[in-house]
């Protein structure tokens, strides 16, 4: 190798420690910015609503359920939908949901 291609390779080098430490430099600045920053909050859990619930339960009325989906109503403590507590919402869509399906 020539004394020029040795020089402009450790120019290169160089360039390329610079760059390097610049880039560490970097990542330490970003670490600390995150490790500073407040945890973010969970968005709190959105509520079902009657008519989401009422939709599911005509679709598997629908389907031919109707009779299971009276039961499961009941099953739940209630005459009718409407009368169905708001927190058990989940619940009785997660019952819904499997409503014909062979297990």
Same mark, same amino acid.
Request: glycine fraction near 4%; proline fraction near 4%; include cysteine.
């Given at each position: 190798?020539?004394?020029? =291609? *040795?020089?402009?390779?450790? @120019? ?5 420690? +610079? ?5 560490? %430099?970097?990542? !330490? ?17 959105? =509520? *079902?609503?009657?008519?989401? @619930? ?5 679709? +598997? ?5 109707? %009779?299971?989906? !009276? ?33």
């Amino acid at each position: 190798m020539t004394k020029e =291609t *040795l020089v402009k390779l450790s @120019v290169e080098l160089e360039t390329c420690g +610079k760059a390097l430490l610049q880039i560490a %430099e970097a990542l !330490r600045t970003e670490k600390k910015a995150l490790a500073s920053e407040p945890p973010k909050k969970e968005p709190a859990p959105r =509520t *079902l609503t009657l008519e989401e @619930v009422r939709k599911v339960a005509a679709d +598997k009325s629908r389907q031919g359920f109707t %009779e299971e989906v !009276r039961n499961l109503i009941r099953s739940y403590g209630a005459d009718k939908l409407s009368n169905l507590d708001a927190a058990q919402y989940e619940a009785f869509l997660k019952d819904l949901e499997v409503m014909g399906h062979a297990g």
